[in-house]
């Protein structure tokens, strides 16, 4: 007689026989057609597609920090040799923001559960002084179940978790945050241009 199976085991198996697929496709969309934002719509589709399969992403399994603590918890889920194409999920309670910065590579989210309001800001300065800028609100896009978004390298967003309930949110990039030492943050106000907090590239837990 067969033993029964561990559904908490199940789950992982299947998540990460899912998230390995939707990084084989993502992988041969950028090889195909590069980084464009014709080819980074594809990926987003590719995003929401896993990030709807809710039951492979419970809460019990990706928690933010506890008691409404400030600050992102990410898990890491798969990543390339060399950090190429990393996916996460990362999970923030509501209340957290962050300032306008880059990534320096390609990024894509996409919503299991909650809503994150992002910004993403145009430079209206030629970028001729170092350390300065000007930006403008260019648009915002609420993340959330069916609703993604997508960022090409030097493109300049702000995040800022405005629902009522804790956030997962599936992140997929160009190359893994952890090999991100040129990533910027820039202030609207004070145009300051400085170094992004290089602590917040730290995954805090794996899967």
Known sequence: MNAPVDIATEIATARAEAVAAALDRIREIETRDGVTRASLDAIKAEMLALASHERLFPSAEFPPLPDGEKGSKRYLLQEDPGGRFAMYMLALNPGNSTKPHDHTTWAVVAAVEGQELNKVYRRTDDGAVPGHCELE???????????????????????????????????????ALEKLDRRLAYDAETGVVKPYNASFMQPTANR
């Open 137 to 175: 609100l260019a648009h915002e896009v609420v993340v959330e179940p069916g609703i993604g978004i997508a960022l090409m390298p030097e493109d300049i967003h702000s995040i800022h978790t405005t629902g009522s309930h804790p956030t997962r949110h599936l992140h997929v990039y160009g190359l």
